[in-house]
């Protein structure tokens, strides 16, 4: 019962998938669809616009040319019949956002690749190894993961000047690890604690050493662990500001949050039309990385709230 | 398998060093350890003493300091201005976590609910929790433009206002602004999360409760409030301490402005440390939000204490 019960907890990702959404709505029949349209429908939609508006206009700025970008009164500034690529042709071909791009891919998979293998050693030892003080490391890495970097960027930056890494990607490839070891240590510490221990203690008795357990029995059972911890980490990569705006100066080793906001805002009236299309280009791949792994983000976000 | 040890002790000869590092369970958890452990040694623990140390010392950009006592706490608690910063941060995190709070349950509640493409209907509710928090920063700062809003445009069309709302320019417009945008971004967050505590409540116990008698507010009140305790208490502590710690979306928006009404503690103690090369001085701001950030880490352990209790998991 309580193993069922951890493992559902653990698992917030299945529970959200199949349980409930057939018969947890039981009593819905005994409102009338009026009702309903007052107390669930209108008020879900007015959320969902306001949530939803910035992106429409940022959309709809990005593809829009300049004539019409500051002229509300001429045309509806609502829509648009001529998009233009303008802003978009400009951002990749006339300023150095492929770069930008570039070096943001470079840094998010680089610090995300150190950070999991980092994280499943450490998960896989507290979980299963349970050596001297295992708890207590356990919890010391919740707290790492409650510590902001916006506490930690001085000192941070005296320390990557004096490991003479100030102003390289090694500088935020080696800092991000910190804001992801411990999120996905404890994801994955969940995700470890629901392969049962019987499988493991088998290959030992095999013969199989802890590391051949690790790679042939845990890991192939902890991939959905592993794709939500990987969507996870890239994405805090892919968003993280203050270390990269800190420690990184040439503007040929920015990040994409970084160099718009430093580079690409000038005194132009007219550069909102390629601000926002740097701004939709720039969330396009964390987007698109989403509507494909949206079970997996879903329960790493609930995952590392509940365990 | 201690068993086996102790047998094979007995039979071969005393295993060699290596061989212990390399079977023993301390070891192999200290190996294990290793990457991980040299990562927040090296980029979190040093340097979060680093900080702590600096707020006592001169240091300046490119120039270490000496000890100098409370010096640098003696100076921000007597400039106004930190008080002021002080001010806005508390203002901005309570403000926020409140309503992102109650928005984000109310939005769960919703989505609780039997919908049609229930799917796609939550998925889009987190995109604002996905995008960059700098790239929806620079969209909001395009929606509060003080001549080409278009919120200001359609509420002058709809007749409720006659001029532009200088959205960013105004000390208390300004606030209500990045906190709306804050919360704005928060509210996906809390109510995918609560979403999920919502679903594992089982739905025979409203039956129950509607048999008995219980309205819609009591069902609530005395079912899902008490059930989902424990993840709100979690949820908001992350929530509380990300809002605290905010940079981005002030830095984007504002950089303080207008005359630091805007600053918080973190966007200050950049700008003193970084922008003015005040280490010393900076570390101090920072280190002052510690004790606010234990606060909500002690909220948030006694938070998962009580879920384990209810749970009756043991302590593992």
Redesign the interface.
């Known amino acids: 019962m ?1 193993d069922a ?2 493992r ?2 653990s698992q ?1 990702g299945r ?2 998938t199949d ?3 057939d ?6 029949y005994l409102h009338s669809l009026p009702r ?1 349209l007052v107390t ?1 429908y209108l ?2 939609s007015l ?2 616009f ?3 508006f ?2 429409y ?2 959309a709809l ?1 990005a593809v829009k040319p300049d004539n019409q970008l ?1 002229d ?1 009164n001429t045309y509806s ?1 609502f829509w648009t019949w001529n998009p233009t690529l303008k802003h978009v042709y400009h951002l990749l071909f006339e300023t150095d956002y492929p770069i930008w791009l570039w070096n943001t891919m470079l840094v998010a998979v680089c610090a995300t690749a ?2 999991i ?3 499943v ?2 998960a ?3 979980v299963r ?4 003080g ?2 207590w ?1 356990g919890g010391l ?1 919740f ?2 993961y ?14 990557v000047f004096q490991y003479g890494l100030f102003d390289t990607p090694f500088a935020l490839i ?2 991000y ?2 804001i992801l ?2 999120f996905s ?1 404890w994801l994955l510490m969940g995700y470890f604690k629901t392969i049962p221990y019987e499988l493991e ?1 088998c290959a ?1 008795i095999d013969g199989a ?2 590391w051949q357990i690790l790679v042939r029995i845990v890991l192939p059972l902890a991939v959905p662990g592993l794709i939500s911890a990987f969507i996870f980490c890239f ?1 805090l990569c ?2 993280e ?2 270390y990269a ?2 420690f990184i100066s040439s503007t040929q080793y920015k990040t ?3 160099a ?2 430093t580079a690409l805002v000038d005194g132009d009236v007219y550069r ?1 039309g390629s ?2 299309a ?3 280009l ?2 396009l791949p ?2 698109i990385l ?2 494909f792994f ?1 079970e997996h ?2 329960s790493a ?2 995952g590392a ?2 365990e | 398998m201690t068993d086996a040890v102790l047998k094979a002790r007995v039979i071969a000869p005393e295993p060699s060093l290596w061989e212990r590092l390399m079977t023993n369970r301390d070891w192999l958890g200290f190996w294990f350890m290793l990457p991980a452990a040299a990562f927040l040694i090296l980029f979190l623990a040093y340097p979060l003493g680093l900080g702590i140390w600096l707020s006592f010392t001169d240091a300046r950009l490119g120039r270490t300091g000496v000890f100098v006592g409370l010096e640098n706490y003696d100076f921000i608690s007597d400039d106004p201005t930190f008080w002021l910063i002080v001010f806005n941060t508390i203002l901005y995190t309570v403000v926020a976590s409140t309503i992102k709070f109650a928005v984000g349950l109310y939005l769960a509640l919703l989505l609780n609910e039997r919908l049609p493409f229930k799917a796609i209907i939550r998925a889009v509710v987190l995109i604002p929790f996905i995008v960059p928090t700098v790239l929806s920063a620079i969209a909001f700062w395009w929606l509060f433009d003080p001549q080409f809003s278009i919120i200001s445009w359609s509420l002058i069309k709809l007749g409720l206002i006659t001029h532009n709302i200088d959205f960013l320019g105004d000390a208390w417009n300004a606030r209500w602004s990045v906190i709306f945008a804050n919360i704005w971004r928060g509210v996906p967050f809390v109510a995918i999360t609560l979403l999920a505590g919502l679903q594992t409540v089982s739905p025979s116990l409203y039956e129950a409760a509607t048999i008995d008698g219980a309205t819609p507010w009591q069902n609530f009140r005395f079912i899902t409030y008490p059930l989902l305790t424990p993840i709100i208490a979690v949820v908001m502590t992350f929530s509380v301490l990300f809002t605290f710690s905010d940079f981005q979306l002030i830095w984007v928006m504002t950089r303080g402005g207008p005359v630091n009404a805007t600053h918080l503690m973190a966007t200050y103690s950049y700008q003193r440390a970084i922008m003015s090369g005040y280490l010393g001085e900076g570390s101090a701001i920072a280190t002052a939000m510690i004790p606010f950030l234990l606060g909500a880490i002690l909220v948030s352990w006694f938070g998962l204490q009580r879920r384990k209790w209810q749970q009756g998991e043991d302590n593992d």
Not at chain 1, 23 to 28: A, D, K, P
Not at chain 1, 129 to 132: A, E, G, H
Not at chain 1, 146 to 159: A, C, M, Q
Request: aromatic share 10%; proline share 9%; glycine share 2%.
């Open positions: 309580t019960l951890a559902e907890v917030p529970v959200l349980s409930t959404a018969h947890s709505e039981g009593m819905s309903r669930l008020p879900l959320i969902l306001v949530l939803l910035p992106f206009w940022m700025t500051l509300f500034p150190l950070s293998v980092a994280s050693l450490a896989y030892a507290i190894l349970r050596y001297k295992a708890r490391v890495i707290l790492a409650l510590v902001p970097p916006s506490i930690l960027f001085i000192p941070l930056s005296t320390v080696l800092t690890p910190t070891i411990p240590t203690e030992l050493t802890r994405t892919w968003n500001f203050i705006l800190t994409v949050p970084v718009i906001v909102w601000l926002m740097g701004a939709l720039g969330s964390l987007v989403y509507a949206v983000y879903v976000m609930t709230v509940k």
